[in-house]
């Protein structure tokens, strides 16, 4: 069986193309390939905003013609360019495993500290809306003014005008781009690697949380359209479709869709598979001007929310929530001082002792959000976060550096994939008190405070349990076994609100 295979002419579509093909002859390698390319209306205009063209799909439409026509066999796209009606004619027959949903900004080296204006260059709605608060919130500078301006072109074209522009100080990409840019294996592209990768030294970088920044629907994920009626394709591809990341992106379009569809929105929607459930994350503003935002798991494992007293919970608010005392470790200082090209994870912020200092050369990945913030605040530049999901959960950035990891911890942590662990406090056990006979739920932080309040009142272990999805609930899950009370929920307050409804 031959297909041919058709893409935009840009170095990313055509390597989309080419993984796609790699994938499908993985599959099935007595099938012959041939791949063909094709300008768009998107690729010639290079001037106006994406937002602001007057017709969606300027990156795909051209293409479906060619399929229409029969003149190719399927077309792979960016799922994430696709409008939401793509007519009768034609389907989205298949999808393989989706790259990286998060964006990536670059700021360049040599921006000025006491310079209070940050000018980002970005197209997009959607991303200027959430950069606002990104940037004021999550960024170790203080700006007084935010100021976009519009880019087009493909990623090197972009990356370029970036960097030769004196008046611009950052730009914003989807990272699933420069992955598959920069760790693809084909010899064509060799060159351009060796490019992006010399403007990524020129810049300092950061990953924005989902949690925050929830991505384009469908971005990272290539879509497969095929004829309707090409039955014997079409069958062929149910054999080689990743299903969830199909539902997934199925399931953000259907939003996006319910808010009118289209680049123009200030909507990120994304779906995320983890083997506790799906995690959604949605944040945006919709066109009469209001906001909207949630981060959540939907999980089969559903605690009933009937608690209305919070005399029930325990913590009853975090301050009252200390098991331990954490004493910091002066003795570990020299070597956290010392520590060079490496990415350091910080699972909470008394991790880093007071007195260290991270050196500048080093990738600094925090475990989640307020650990981030905590981390800007002593002036330390965060590139990533695990946004709350866990250590074990894929952080993706082997494109952008091959430092191996060392995490600040304690001598008493669990194991988990980063072996090369400093430690540097330790947990000493305090006396407290907990009524538990008033109390039905309980949320955790930490596995060593689970444990050590059970070991001090066994009798909570028929209660209702509540953590994260990450150490936390490995650790606790290890202790109860087949017990059912214990569920996921993202964070503290969250479970709070939901539990007293309010």
């Not at 579509?13 to 209306?41: D, N």
């Not at 054999?239 to 990341?245: A, L």
Request: net charge positive; charged share 25%; aromatic share 10%.
């Amino acid at each position: 069986m031959k297909i041919r295979i058709l893409s935009r002419k840009s170095d990313l579509a055509v390597i989309q193309a080419y993984q796609f093909g790699e994938y499908l002859k993985s599959k099935f390698p007595k099938t012959k390939l041939e791949y063909l390319t094709r300008s768009t209306s998107g690729d010639k205009d290079l001037v106006t905003p994406l937002s602001e063209m007057p017709l969606e799909g300027v990156f795909t439409n051209d293409l479906r013609d060619e399929l229409i026509q029969n003149k190719c066999d399927l077309i792979v796209h960016s799922w994430k360019d696709l409008p939401i009606e793509v007519g009768n004619k034609t389907k989205i027959s298949a999808t393989i495993e989706r790259a990286d949903k998060r964006d990536i900004l670059f700021l360049k080296k040599n921006k000025k500290e006491n310079n209070k204006k940050l000018t980002i260059l970005c197209s997009s709605p959607r991303r200027k809306y959430n950069l606002m608060n990104f940037v004021k919130n999550y960024l170790p500078q203080n700006y007084d003014e935010v100021i976009f301006k519009n880019i087009r072109g493909n990623i090197p074209t972009r990356f370029k005008k970036f960097l030769e522009d004196p008046a611009s100080d950052a730009f914003i990409v989807a990272k699933a781009a420069i992955d598959r840019l920069l760790l693809n294996n084909y010899s064509e592209f060799n060159q351009l690697k060796k490019t992006i990768q010399k403007y990524i030294d020129e810049c300092i970088w950061t990953i924005l949380p989902l949690s925050v920044n929830p991505c384009s629907p469908g971005q990272g994920a290539l879509a497969i359209e095929t004829r309707c009626k090409d039955n014997k394709l079409n069958d062929l591809l149910k054999h080689i479709n990743f299903s969830q990341e199909f539902s997934n992106v199925d399931q953000e379009r259907n939003i996006l869709k319910k808010y009118g569809g289209g680049c123009h929105q200030k909507i990120g929607v994304s779906y995320i598979s983890h083997k506790l459930g799906t995690i959604v994350s949605k944040r945006g503003e919709v066109e009469n001007g209001k906001h909207f935002e949630s981060w959540e798991i939907i999980s089969k494992h559903k605690l009933n929310y009937s608690c209305g007293d919070i005399k029930e919970i325990y913590p009853e608010n975090l301050k009252s929530y200390k098991i331990f005392n954490r004493k910091q470790l002066d003795k570990t200082i020299f070597e956290v001082n010392n520590i060079e090209n490496k990415c350091i994870y910080i699972s909470r912020i008394s991790a880093l002792q007071d007195k260290a200092k991270i050196k500048t050369n080093n990738i600094v990945w925090a475990s989640g959000l307020k650990t981030w913030k905590e981390l800007i605040a002593k002036g330390i530049w965060v590139n990533g976060s695990s946004d709350g999901l866990g250590e074990n959960f894929e952080n993706n950035i082997n494109s952008l550096t091959n430092f191996s990891w060392v995490k600040l911890t304690h001598s008493g942590s669990p194991e988990s994939h980063i072996k090369n662990k400093i430690n540097t406090y330790q947990l000493e056990s305090i006396d407290f008190e907990i009524n538990t006979k008033m109390k039905k739920y309980f949320y955790w932080m930490s596995g060593s405070a689970f444990k050590s309040t059970l070991a001090k009142y066994p009798e909570i272990i028929d209660k209702y349990h509540s953590c994260g999805p990450g150490n936390t609930y490995n650790e606790i899950s290890k202790v109860l076994g087949d017990n059912k009370n214990l569920f996921v929920e993202l964070s503290y307050d969250i479970w709070k609100r939901k539990l007293l409804n309010s």
